[in-house]
């Protein structure tokens, strides 16, 4: 089981946001973050914690080990307005968090 | 480029079957990992299982009893079939491709999605 926090943020451009992930077990370091806008489908922005897909601005970064995962947006843009998803693939199935409701003041 | 899209009626009746395909294109089926993810309107994320190896299969127990996928290497598409639905599988439903290393890495590539209704 995977829970995110906040469920929501409200925050301005320029911000530094970041977003928490909590595991309740150990997950090999198999994280993925996934921003979601509305209307359209999930895409992937990292994978394995901190590892960047390509095509993603540098501003995301991951971090984290164990069972406690970060989501780092350095300087937030306008943009970012999402949900943002976690989504654990160490052991099946492979559970995603409940989403992270991101709004730019 | 890799894509992936979802086809199928968006309209099923309770307790009847969902029957969805995922039409791949850019890569052979063969040479990847392949899943379905639905969303709940309003709601998150929900896994329901990947197929790999062209016909092995892991599927979320929530729905286990009720899923079958395939995958048609010949035609490069895999399918979901969801027996005996109810409104709580109501749902956008989508397909993606699973990156795949030692462990699962992440759904790199996903369609549009389907919405799909349960209702009489």
């Known amino acids: 089981q995977l829970t995110q926090s906040p469920s929501s943020l409200s925050a301005s451009v320029g911000d530094r946001v970041i977003i928490t992930c909590r595991a309740s077990?150990?997950?090999?370091?198999?994280l993925a973050w996934y921003q979601q806008e509305p209307g359209k489908a999930p895409k992937l922005l990292i994978y394995?914690?901190?590892t960047l897909q390509h095509g993603v601005p540098s501003r995301f970064s991951g971090s984290g080990s164990g069972t406690e995962f970060t989501l780092t947006i350095s300087s937030l843009q306008p943009g970012d307005s999402a949900t943002y998803f976690c989504?654990?693939?160490?052991?099946?199935?492979?559970?995603f968090g409940q989403g992270t409701k991101l709004e730019i003041k | 480029q890799v894509q992936v899209e979802e086809s199928g009626p968006g309209l099923v009746k309770p307790s009847e079957t969902l029957s969805l395909i995922c039409t791949v294109t850019?890569?052979?089926?063969?040479?990847?990992?392949w899943c379905w993810v639905r969303q709940p309107p309003g709601k998150g994320l929900e896994w329901i299982g990947f197929?790999?190896?062209?016909?092995?299969?892991n599927y979320n127990p929530s729905v286990r009893s009720r899923v079958t996928t395939l995958v048609d290497v010949s035609t490069n598409f895999f399918t979901l079939k969801l027996s005996s639905v109810t409104a709580a599988d109501t749902a956008i439903y989508y397909c993606?491709?699973?990156?795949?290393?030692?462990?699962?890495?992440?759904?790199?590539?996903w369609g549009h999605g389907i919405a799909v209704t349960v209702s009489s």
């Open positions: 993606a491709r699973l990156l795949f290393g030692i462990r699962g890495l992440g759904l790199d590539v």
């Open positions: 850019g890569v052979s089926i063969s040479n990847g990992q």
């Open positions: 197929l790999y190896d062209s016909g092995n299969t």
């Open positions: 077990q150990g997950i090999a370091n198999s």
């Open positions: 394995s914690v901190s």
């Open positions: 989504q654990q693939l160490g052991s099946s199935p492979y559970t």
